[in-house]
């Protein structure tokens, strides 16, 4: 039956609002509510997003993981710097979870995948262009340099007025 899983997550969020619901059952309704919501999203992106627009650093390296990313190391640094494994990626993060938003509206997570690609290669030092080129409209460069930089306010425009800076 389509919606049944959606229904009983929303149900869970009733009940979790409720005053009088005791700590063991409100524990009992979050676990369940967690699964049902990871399910729904259909996969670890999106909770990765959610993860890194904590702005802590268990946030950053959680979110990372979730995409992919190898981290070995991390420096983070909220709305300045991202280094993982030595090499800056602050500005092809916030281009992912930009990307990661649009996609919600689009309904075509296909530059957020390619973003998330690049960004995987950056951290392992795999400097090259995105497997299957450049998907998105309008971009010459790669994710390094000036280009990267023009792109990713971009993209920030198409998304609307709320920027979020990592």
Do not use: C
Not at 144 to 152: K, L, R, S, T, V
């Amino acid at each position: 039956e389509a919606g049944t899983l959606a229904d009983k997550v929303g149900r869970l969020v009733e009940q979790m609002r409720k005053k009088d619901v005791s700590k063991e059952k409100q524990q009992s309704l979050m676990q369940r509510f967690a699964v049902g919501r990871l399910l729904l999203a259909g996969g670890d992106a999106p909770i990765a997003v959610e993860a890194m627009v904590q702005k802590t650093t268990a946030g950053m390296h959680a979110g990372l993981v979730l995409l992919g990313v190898r981290v070995k190391t991390l420096e983070y640094t909220p709305e300045k710097s991202v280094k993982v494994n030595g090499h800056e990626v602050h500005e092809l993060v916030n281009q992912v979870v930009q990307a990661a938003m649009s996609s919600q509206q689009t309904r075509d997570a296909s530059d957020f995948e390619a973003l998330a690609a690049s960004l995987r290669d950056v951290v392992e030092g795999r400097h090259g262009s995105r497997p299957g080129g450049d998907r998105r409209q309008g971009s010459e460069g790669g994710v390094d340099g000036e280009e990267a930089e023009a792109d990713g306010q971009q993209d920030v425009d198409d998304v609307g007025e709320e920027q979020l800076e990592l």
